[in-house]
């Protein structure tokens, strides 16, 4: 196997396709049928240490809950990949979506619950703005957050999902995550 670079856009273009057309072979050949042979490597690179998320995490979490949400944060690493790696669209897409928007808004559950002390969210939240963690449109927008992933079990569920979640949907939870990040580590320190 020669080494294998890209220094420019023509470059990638090529190697996008022919590494498209090599997976396709490889999922033509297999099928649905396990076969050892088929295991391509993931690419190394794109997904973040469970350290590297541990590092940015706000000071006072538990020491396995703070692994634990690293993990998480690892598996939204895979989701993101999936996501803006590759043309998985429709209603996979969709699913992969709402399955990230539930991790994340279980890591924001898990978090506001811990730094305020209250066993249920809205309470949770309203901790959070007594305590200028965050700002009133942060409030609005984890409760939303909220909303959707108490909306997102299936035996519950009164629309059809089909097409339902957005990568947009994923970004706004994802920033509001960002922001609850930062303003505990800015009350509370943050882990080194």
Known sequence: MSNFTISNEEELQLAVTEASIRLQAIQDYCGIQKNEF???????????????????????????????????????????WLIVRTDIAGTAQSMVIKRAISILAEIIETI????????????AVDWLKKHEVVDDECIEKLKHIWRLRSSIHLWEAKVLEHNRYKTDDYNNAMVVYEQLRSGLVKKFGKHS
Not at 61 to 78: A, C, E, F, G, K
Not at 112 to 123: A, E, I
């Open 38 to 80: 088929a295991r391509v490597n993931f690419p190394r690179g794109f997904l973040r240490s469970a350290a590297y998320h541990r590092k940015r995490m706000p000071l006072g979490l538990d020491p396995l809950l703070l692994h634990n949400i690293s993990y998480s944060l690892m598996t939204l690493d895979v989701f993101r």
């Open 112 to 123: 506001v619950k811990t730094y305020s002390g209250k066993r249920r969210f809205d309470p």
